[in-house]
């Protein structure tokens, strides 16, 4: 018998890494951004099976609404077409697929080892991540990253305006 | 098979993170490279979340909000360096933007 768990964990994930695949194969930007919501939306659910209920919300709201509604319109207000492959910079494919193998293969390694297969996680195992708990450990603990995020913003709207400006000479 | 062990969901993380370090390197686009870089933001996310789940703390909830603000702040600056990028060279390929290299 398997559990509704499973068969979630297992359907979003495949749905997270065939997108993920096709953000790196696709050729056109619009593809690769269309991918990358799938990405999103799909890690959403995850975060859901998690009990993150709150960061599963901001997700769609923050990443696949705002950030990738952002990136399709520069794509086409900049109207980027299929990339042309210059065929330099081969050091970095020669020397990234022996590395990038060998990163996944250390990294799920320990993993493995670290967790035993009896650490498991079950949907309503952790209820903490509700906007209450999110909100309160916001306002008390993390108040002051809170508030320099608060700065950081209000500078990055500063960068983009500033950079994104007609030239006035 | 009743439980998704939590060494699956880091894996997945890892997966993900690989994939956009893969993106990063080969790909020459800058708006995709750019994509890159918020897929392995994401990958890291989830580590946050599983590790939130695995010690029952709301604490990683916290770091993954703190990187979804700091990701949505790169990305207006980021697009806005393209922007800026393109309209001085007209080119989004990463090869023809080396004036640092040399």
Same mark, same amino acid.
């Given at each position: 018998?398997?559990?509704?768990?499973?068969?979630?964990?297992?359907?979003?994930?495949?749905?997270?890494?065939?997108?993920?695949?096709?953000?790196?194969?696709q050729t056109?930007?619009i593809s !690769?951004?269309?991918?990358?919501?799938?990405?999103?939306? !799909?890690?959403?659910?995850?975060? %859901?099976?998690?009990?993150?209920?709150?960061?599963?919300?901001?997700?769609?709201?923050?990443?696949?609404?705002?950030?990738?509604?952002?990136?399709?319109?520069?794509?086409?207000?900049?109207?980027?077409?299929?990339?042309?492959?210059?065929?330099?910079?081969?050091?970095?494919? %020669?020397?990234?697929?022996?590395?990038?193998?060998?990163?996944?293969g250390l990294?799920? *390694?320990?993993?493995?080892?670290? *967790? !035993?297969?009896?650490?498991?996680?079950?949907?309503?195992?952790?209820?903490?991540?509700?906007?209450?708990?999110?909100?309160?450990?916001?306002?008390?603990? *993390?108040?002051?990253?809170?508030?320099?995020? !608060?700065?950081?913003?209000?500078?990055?709207? %500063?960068?983009?305006?500033?950079?994104?400006?007609?030239?006035?000479? | 098979?009743?439980?998704?062990?939590?060494?699956?969901?880091?894996?997945?993380?890892?997966?993900?993170?690989?994939? &956009?370090?893969? &993106?990063?390197?080969?790909?020459?686009?800058?708006?995709?490279?750019?994509?890159?870089?918020?897929?392995?933001?994401?990958?890291?996310?989830?580590?946050?979340?599983?590790?939130?789940?695995?010690?029952?703390?709301?604490? &990683?909830?916290?770091?993954?909000?703190?990187?979804?603000?700091?990701?949505?702040?790169?990305?207006?600056? &980021?697009?806005?360096?393209?922007?800026?990028?393109?309209?001085?060279?007209?080119?989004?390929?990463?090869?023809?933007?080396?004036?640092?290299?040399?």
């Amino acid at each position: 018998m398997i559990s509704p768990d499973v068969i979630l964990f297992v359907a979003f994930a495949l749905i997270a890494v065939v997108s993920a695949i096709n953000v790196v194969v696709q050729t056109h930007p619009i593809s !690769s951004a269309l991918s990358l919501v799938g990405v999103m939306g !799909s890690l959403a659910i995850l975060y %859901l099976l998690l009990g993150a209920e709150f960061i599963a919300a901001a997700q769609v709201i923050v990443y696949a609404g705002a950030v990738m509604v952002l990136f399709v319109f520069v794509i086409m207000l900049l109207n980027a077409g299929t990339e042309v492959r210059t065929g330099r910079s081969f050091m970095a494919q %020669l020397l990234g697929v022996p590395l990038l193998v060998a990163l996944l293969g250390l990294v799920a *390694y320990f993993v493995q080892r670290i *967790y !035993s297969p009896r650490e498991t996680v079950h949907f309503g195992g952790f209820t903490g991540g509700s906007a209450q708990d999110i909100g309160h450990a916001l306002f008390t603990t *993390y108040l002051l990253p809170f508030e320099v995020t !608060s700065v950081l913003i209000l500078i990055a709207i %500063l960068g983009a305006v500033v950079l994104a400006r007609k030239e006035m000479d | 098979m009743t439980a998704v062990p939590i060494s699956w969901y880091l894996t997945l993380s890892a997966v993900l993170f690989v994939l &956009g370090v893969a &993106g990063f390197l080969f790909r020459r686009n800058i708006i995709t490279v750019f994509m890159s870089i918020e897929l392995m933001l994401n990958a890291v996310n989830l580590s946050f979340v599983t590790f939130a789940y695995h010690n029952k703390d709301v604490s &990683g909830h916290l770091f993954t909000f703190f990187v979804m603000v700091v990701a949505a702040a790169e990305a207006a600056v &980021g697009l806005a360096i393209i922007l800026t990028v393109y309209k001085n060279r007209s080119t989004l390929n990463i090869d023809e933007v080396n004036s640092m290299k040399n």
